[in-house]
């Protein structure tokens, strides 16, 4: 084990950045990394990025980040700017702080280099900066990150003074993560590896399923209401799968979109009627073009026009039911303080399914006459 020596592996991390050594230690046992900070030649930045979760603002930010005084004149700040020569093909600007290192805005190198001579740095900042606290979630920095177009995103301690930065690359990682924890909670499948105990998977799949389970009767138990029509029109069983199909794909999409646009911030709940109206007009056309083709297929092929019209009305339904739900379902979580991706897609299919047997069962039971 690795573990077993801290002085070689302190020799190690004091090769590598202070990023790369705090993402090794927080694998190590807590009183394992005391003995590697001790035996690290220069711990400081490393100990002061440890004391941050790794899911936050103050976990991803990087030290050591140009910064000048407001007060400091152009050539003293390009002075100060030298010592980062190694690293001048990565900053494109400098962050500006008045004395109690309190942000007050941000500087291009540009601007700073044909500034003219002893002009105060504060009087060519940019004041208009965003940042976030050092306990902001990760997700959230991605957002304001993505939001406002940053290359980097300033962080502050709870005092409001300047600590260090995040960069886009630092937020890669997250973004590949949150996305990959979204799709797996919309099937219902969070925090399952396929390399994993299979005790763990069958714990997080298996509830999942009883649920599933559980909706698949509800549908089965609507059909049911509707044994003697199909009894006297068994062409309508052949159609089932259709209207069930098209509607929890349709939904699914819509639950897709949706969930993830949340989680990028993409729908503030002020935008939430607009959202629904929006998918509701998409299930409105779906309903149509699909409707048409279903009803027309179905004509074709059986022969009755009755049969093709109420196929297809049910199809039109079902897709604006789709729409409807695919939207609501995920806004009345988030409403309800409820993660929006861990059910969503159950509830949604369940709606689909239901309403459209009885969509379709229906009215096929007011038309018994003329699909017989």
């Keep these: 084990m690795v573990t077993e020596n801290p002085p070689d ?9 202070p990023d790369v050594a705090v993402d090794l230690l927080r694998h190590i046992p ?5 003995e590697i900070l001790d035996a690290m030649s220069d711990p400081a930045e490393v100990s002061e990025l440890l004391q941050y979760k790794d899911d936050t ?6 030290l050591g980040y140009p910064v000048v005084n ?18 001048a093909e990565h900053i494109n600007s400098v962050l500006v702080v008045d004395s109690d290192r309190r ?4 500087l ?3 601007r700073l280099a044909l500034a003219r001579p002893n002009t105060l740095v504060s009087d060519i900042t940019d004041r208009e900066v965003h940042s976030v606290n050092s306990d902001t979630d990760q997700e959230e920095c991605a957002r304001v990150m993505r939001r406002y177009n940053l290359d980097l995103l300033p962080v502050l301690d709870k005092d409001g003074r300047f600590t260090g930065v995040i960069l886009d690359d630092d937020l890669v990682d997250v973004v590949v993560e949150e996305a990959t924890e979204d799709m797996f909670r919309i099937a219902s499948v969070g925090g399952e590896r396929i390399a994993g105990p299979l005790t763990n998977s069958l714990r997080r799949r298996l509830p999942w399923l009883y649920i599933n389970l559980a909706t698949a009767f509800l549908a089965a138990a609507t059909v049911s209401l509707f044994e003697t029509t199909i009894t006297r029109v068994v062409a309508l069983a052949v159609f089932l799968p259709v209207v069930a199909s098209q509607g929890g794909i349709g939904g699914t999409q819509t639950v897709t979109l949706v969930v993830r646009s949340m989680a990028l911030g993409e729908v503030p709940r002020r935008l939430g ?4 109206a929006r998918e509701l007009s998409l299930g409105l056309i779906h309903g149509v073009a699909l409707g048409a083709v279903v009803g027309l297929a179905a004509y074709l092929w059986k022969g009755n026009v009755t049969l093709g019209l109420v196929l297809g009305l049910a199809m039109f339904g079902n897709m604006l039911v789709a729409g409807m739900f695919g939207a609501g379902v995920p806004l009345l979580l988030r409403k309800l303080r409820m993660d929006p991706a861990v059910s969503s897609a159950v509830f949604v299919t369940t709606f689909t399914d239901v309403i459209g047997f009885v969509l379709f069962l229906g009215l096929a039971a007011i038309f018994v006459e003329q699909l017989v």
């Design 9 to 17: 592996l302190a020799l190690v991390l004091d090769l590598t950045g």
């Design 30 to 34: 807590i009183e394992k990394q005391f």
């Design 273 to 276: 009627l607009r959202l629904l």
């Design 70 to 87: 407001e007060t400091t004149t152009t050539p003293n700040a390009l002075d100060q700017l030298r010592v980062f020569e190694e690293d």
């Design 103 to 106: 942000l007050v805005g941000s």
């Design 57 to 62: 603002a103050g976990g991803l930010m990087s």
């Design 108 to 110: 291009s190198i540009t």
